[in-house]
């Protein structure tokens, strides 16, 4: 679904603390807007696994102060 042309821009857009953010900005027709996103994301996952990316899964911490 990703057009040939113009070419996707694809680049680090985050530096940060444990983690690179990658950006990428794949054009497609509009009505393949959605389904292109999801496709392009499962596609990334699956070269990631297949390479041995490791990437943190998102967690959130609670700190409970003065707790009983």
Known sequence: ???KAP?????????ANESI???????VKV???GPAGAEINRAV???FRAA???YPA??????VVGGR
Do not use: N, Q
């Not at 070419?7 to 530096?15: H, N, R």
């Open 1 to 3: 679904r990703v057009l």
């Open 7 to 15: 070419v996707p821009v694809i680049g680090v857009s985050t530096l």
């Open 21 to 27: 953010v990658i950006t990428m900005g794949p054009w």
């Open 31 to 33: 009505d393949d807007f």
């Open 45 to 47: 996952v699956e070269r």
């Open 52 to 54: 041995s990316v490791a």
């Open 58 to 63: 998102p967690h959130k911490e609670l700190v």
